[in-house]
């Protein structure tokens, strides 16, 4: 059942580059290089007109949700806020009746996801779920949705679940922006054609597997770790620590690599391992002057580059390459060495990987 490999965690990261294909399958006409997402269309207009989209979820869910809000806003220009759905439920949040909510999740049935968007469906708004159990409780909630398609995730770490979640608000993104005729089609163009390449390059990012169970080997005994991103890759760093804290229990902290020096700085010295995700894109000069200020503190840096790059080669102490790829997919290609990581320091402390202690798959209580 674990199709060879030595627990579902493993298993379902190698999975990636086809869950990534079956999210999607059917959903980009590669011929008029567009998108088509049937179930949506129907509320097509009224996304179109939505003063601002929320979204609402938990966990590695919320940090999709980041990542989403950073793709919306860049190509479909709506405004989004991302809610953590038990603090948007409690706080007696100003929904109104031109608003999408978009809840992601993975099981389908996170209670405070549940509550949140009952909530905003009593006040009027439009709900559109993005799950991955099909049938599951907030599919059947929402007014409209896209199925993720990731197929089964059985470990209580979410790794395929994540990435095709992403995958889903890329396709949301450009679907908005297409429908609005905002973007030029050549870069509608240049985003799907890096979208339908995601897989090959995930299996790319497996190649690094074996150096990465180096690195594993090298930081294992820490007591803490931090993970730094900017920019779109910020989500990314939150979402490496949450997979490292949960099935290692070495305590991890992600945070956006500009409000180090208000605070995290403080920790760094050379029992610090520093994970940055330091790919070609838009931050990348910034987050450079960051590798430096904690090296300068003596930190040990693990870096995630662009193939090639020579620069952070240089000042990094483990480098961990990803091919190069359009600013929008380095999300999805920066996470499958930071799950593998986690993974790998996981097994090595002996700790059950599929079933972290105290976590449960879906988190049904309050
Ligand atoms: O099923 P959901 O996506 O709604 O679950 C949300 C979180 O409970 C979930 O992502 C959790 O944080 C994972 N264990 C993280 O790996």
Same mark, same amino acid.
């Given at each position: 059942e674990k199709g060879g490999y030595d627990h579902f965690m493993l298993?379902?990261?190698?999975?990636?580059?086809?869950?990534?294909?079956?999210c999607m399958r059917g959903r980009i006409d590669h011929e008029r290089k567009k998108i088509n997402l049937g179930g949506i269309s129907e509320y097509a207009a009224k996304l179109l007109t939505a003063k601002r989209i929320i979204i609402v979820s938990c966990g590695t869910s919320w940090h999709a949700g980041l990542v989403g809000e950073y793709l919306i806003e860049?190509?479909?220009?709506?405004?989004?806020?991302?809610?953590?759905?038990?603090?948007? &439920?409690? &706080?007696?949040?100003?929904?109104?009746?031109?608003?999408?909510?978009?809840a992601i999740s993975q099981s389908g049935e996170t209670a405070d996801t549940i509550a949140a968007i009952e909530l905003a469906k009593r006040a009027g708004a439009t709900?559109?779920?993005?799950?991955?159990?099909?049938?599951?409780?907030?599919?059947?909630?929402?007014?409209?949705?896209?199925?993720?398609?990731?197929?089964?995730?059985?470990?209580?770490?979410s790794t395929k679940a994540f990435t095709a979640q992403v995958t889903a608000l890329s396709l949301l993104a450009l679907?908005?922006?297409?429908?609005?005729? &905002?973007?030029?089609?050549?870069?509608?163009?240049?985003?799907?054609?890096?979208?339908?390449?995601?897989?090959?390059?995930i299996t790319t990012?497996?190649?690094?597997?074996?150096?990465?169970?180096?690195?594993a080997g090298e930081i294992k005994d820490s007591t803490n770790c931090?993970?730094?991103?900017?920019?779109?890759?910020?989500?990314?760093?939150l979402e490496g620590a949450l997979k490292l804290k949960e099935i290692s229990y070495i305590h991890a902290e992600g945070y956006p690599a500009a409000e180090m020096k208000h605070g995290p700085i403080a920790l760094i010295d050379e029992q610090m391992p520093v994970i940055v995700i330091a790919t070609k894109d838009s931050s990348y000069d910034k987050i450079i002057s960051n590798i430096q200020e904690v090296k300068a503190r003596k930190g040990k840096i693990i870096a995630i580059i662009t193939e090639g790059d020579t620069v952070i080669r240089a000042i990094a102490d483990y480098i961990i390459e990803i091919p190069p790829c359009e600013e929008a997919?380095?999300?999805?290609?920066?996470?499958?060495p930071l799950q593998l990581l986690a993974y790998h320091i996981a097994v090595m402390r002996g700790c059950n990987v599929d079933q972290p202690r105290n976590l449960a798959k879906s988190v049904t209580v309050e």
């Amino acid at each position: 059942e674990k199709g060879g490999y030595d627990h579902f965690m493993l298993k379902e990261i190698y999975e990636q580059p086809h869950s990534i294909a079956n999210c999607m399958r059917g959903r980009i006409d590669h011929e008029r290089k567009k998108i088509n997402l049937g179930g949506i269309s129907e509320y097509a207009a009224k996304l179109l007109t939505a003063k601002r989209i929320i979204i609402v979820s938990c966990g590695t869910s919320w940090h999709a949700g980041l990542v989403g809000e950073y793709l919306i806003e860049e190509y479909a220009r709506i405004p989004v806020e991302v809610e953590y759905a038990s603090e948007f &439920r409690y &706080r007696h949040p100003i929904i109104n009746q031109d608003d999408i909510v978009i809840a992601i999740s993975q099981s389908g049935e996170t209670a405070d996801t549940i509550a949140a968007i009952e909530l905003a469906k009593r006040a009027g708004a439009t709900i559109l779920g993005i799950c991955n159990v099909v049938g599951s409780s907030i599919p059947r909630l929402s007014h409209t949705g896209m199925y993720t398609h990731a197929g089964p995730e059985i470990g209580v770490a979410s790794t395929k679940a994540f990435t095709a979640q992403v995958t889903a608000l890329s396709l949301l993104a450009l679907y908005l922006a297409q429908q609005q005729e &905002r973007l030029p089609l050549s870069k509608i163009t240049s985003l799907l054609t890096a979208l339908e390449t995601a897989p090959a390059l995930i299996t790319t990012c497996f190649q690094s597997n074996a150096l990465i169970q180096h690195i594993a080997g090298e930081i294992k005994d820490s007591t803490n770790c931090l993970f730094l991103g900017r920019g779109i890759n910020f989500p990314v760093a939150l979402e490496g620590a949450l997979k490292l804290k949960e099935i290692s229990y070495i305590h991890a902290e992600g945070y956006p690599a500009a409000e180090m020096k208000h605070g995290p700085i403080a920790l760094i010295d050379e029992q610090m391992p520093v994970i940055v995700i330091a790919t070609k894109d838009s931050s990348y000069d910034k987050i450079i002057s960051n590798i430096q200020e904690v090296k300068a503190r003596k930190g040990k840096i693990i870096a995630i580059i662009t193939e090639g790059d020579t620069v952070i080669r240089a000042i990094a102490d483990y480098i961990i390459e990803i091919p190069p790829c359009e600013e929008a997919l380095t999300p999805i290609l920066a996470t499958i060495p930071l799950q593998l990581l986690a993974y790998h320091i996981a097994v090595m402390r002996g700790c059950n990987v599929d079933q972290p202690r105290n976590l449960a798959k879906s988190v049904t209580v309050e």
